[in-house]
């Protein structure tokens, strides 16, 4: 089609796109084609602009690196992440969910631990915390055979990936379910923490007044044949950010209660003072067991990075 006017640029590519043969293909990218051309209408997107936000888009990709995602950042702090989480989990976002948002730190190959076990693998401060977690179906009956995933910071903020003190792999285990569904183990009780602000999201943040704290909070996956892969968060209860997450991630169904037992005996006699404890459970619907491409493979080198932090504006 030789375009004649504003109004045949969308006609003339949605009459390409339905060339494709995929017709899933064909459905979404017609619908993206078809709202983002109504965006830039109704925005009245000058050339300017445009410029600015695909120099934005290509810097998401030149800034994800083996150790850090600024796409899936970016994902989060725009809401998207969680939207869909929500839309494809609870019966396809008609009832409550245990599933939440990957994030941008999952790794794969996390070491086998037995239950009960430790995954605190060098020197981490802060204060023991002892978890234990139910696998059940929708049905409320135990599942047995899962592998779960955990990973979580430090009480300092730091995922081992982002800092080089942190011995590889150090507070992420992978454990199996008991013909309870449940598992059990030893760490440290996380911190909440900034999320990275050197790039296209902290500017982001900036211009909207948002500070870039996410509340405390312990990632589990779970997986088994037979059952669609959840990944989930349960978030500390006492946080002062859970209300503002700046990932949009917070459920009713995921604040975890993180007790706090001082002068107690706690399950390891070793652990003298103050410990937590966090018991929670999951429910996992059928569906296809399938892992996703991990949005980092590596560990970072070289010094500690910095925590910056925004302050919220208040309105």
Same mark, same amino acid.
């Given at each position: 089609?030789? &375009?004649?006017?504003?109004?045949?640029?969308?006609?003339?590519?949605?009459?390409?796109?339905?060339?494709?043969?995929?017709?899933? !293909?064909?459905?979404?990218?017609?619908?993206?084609?078809?709202?983002?051309?109504? !965006?830039?209408?109704?925005?009245?997107?000058?050339?300017?602009?445009?410029?600015?936000?695909?120099?934005?888009?290509?810097?998401?990709?030149?800034?994800?690196?083996?150790?850090?995602?600024?796409?899936?950042?970016?994902? $989060?702090?725009?809401?998207?992440?969680?939207?869909?989480?929500?839309?494809?989990?609870?019966?396809?976002?008609?009832?409550?969910?245990?599933?939440?948002?990957?994030?941008?730190?999952?790794?794969?190959?996390?070491?086998?631990?037995?239950?009960?076990?430790?995954?605190?693998?060098?020197?981490?401060?802060?204060?023991?915390?002892?978890?234990?977690?139910?696998?059940?179906?929708?049905?409320?009956?135990?599942?047995?055979?899962?592998?779960?995933?955990?990973?979580?910071?430090?009480?300092?903020?730091? +995922?081992?990936?982002?800092?080089?003190?942190?011995?590889?792999?150090?507070?992420?285990?992978?454990?199996?379910?008991?013909?309870?569904?449940?598992?059990? !183990?030893?760490?440290?009780? @996380?911190?909440? +923490?900034? &999320? @990275?602000?050197?790039?296209?999201?902290?500017?982001?943040?900036?211009?909207?007044?948002?500070?870039?704290?996410?509340?405390?909070?312990?990632? !589990?996956?779970?997986?088994?044949?037979?059952?669609?892969?959840?990944?989930?968060?349960?978030?500390?209860?006492?946080?002062?950010?859970?209300?503002?997450?700046?990932?949009?991630?917070?459920?009713?169904?995921?604040?975890?209660?993180?007790?706090?037992?001082?002068?107690?005996?706690?399950?390891?006699?070793?652990?003298? $003072?103050?410990?937590?404890?966090?018991?929670?459970?999951?429910?996992?619907? @059928? $569906?296809?067991?399938?892992?996703?491409?991990?949005?980092?493979?590596?560990?970072?080198?070289?010094?500690?990075?910095?925590?910056?932090?925004?302050?919220?504006?208040?309105?």
């Amino acid at each position: 089609m030789i &375009i004649e006017n504003q109004q045949q640029v969308t006609q003339a590519v949605l009459e390409e796109l339905s060339r494709a043969d995929n017709p899933r !293909f064909r459905e979404i990218m017609s619908a993206a084609v078809r709202h983002l051309h109504d !965006f830039a209408r109704e925005a009245r997107l000058t050339e300017v602009e445009f410029q600015q936000a695909c120099a934005v888009i290509a810097r998401l990709g030149q800034m994800t690196t083996k150790s850090h995602n600024e796409v899936v950042l970016c994902a $989060g702090s725009l809401g998207m992440s969680a939207l869909v989480c929500l839309l494809n989990n609870g019966d396809r976002g008609q009832t409550e969910t245990t599933a939440n948002l990957m994030g941008p730190f999952w790794r794969m190959e996390s070491p086998r631990t037995e239950n009960g076990g430790s995954i605190v693998r060098s020197p981490t401060p802060g204060e023991p915390i002892f978890v234990d977690a139910w696998v059940r179906d929708q049905a409320g009956r135990p599942v047995a055979g899962a592998e779960v995933d955990v990973w979580h910071t430090s009480a300092e903020g730091f +995922y081992e990936n982002q800092d080089p003190e942190q011995a590889d792999m150090n507070l992420r285990g992978k454990f199996t379910t008991d013909a309870r569904g449940h598992i059990a !183990f030893r760490s440290v009780k @996380p911190a909440g +923490y900034p &999320i @990275p602000i050197s790039g296209p999201v902290g500017d982001l943040l900036r211009a909207q007044g948002r500070h870039n704290m996410r509340p405390a909070h312990i990632h !589990f996956m779970i997986y088994k044949p037979g059952y669609k892969t959840q990944f989930s968060q349960v978030y500390s209860n006492d946080d002062p950010n859970l209300e503002t997450d700046v990932q949009f991630g917070v459920t009713r169904a995921l604040v975890g209660q993180y007790v706090l037992h001082d002068g107690e005996p706690a399950p390891d006699p070793q652990v003298q $003072g103050r410990w937590y404890s966090l018991q929670h459970h999951f429910v996992i619907e @059928p $569906g296809e067991a399938r892992l996703p491409n991990p949005p980092i493979t590596g560990k970072a080198a070289g010094d500690r990075p910095a925590l910056a932090i925004l302050e919220r504006t208040e309105r």
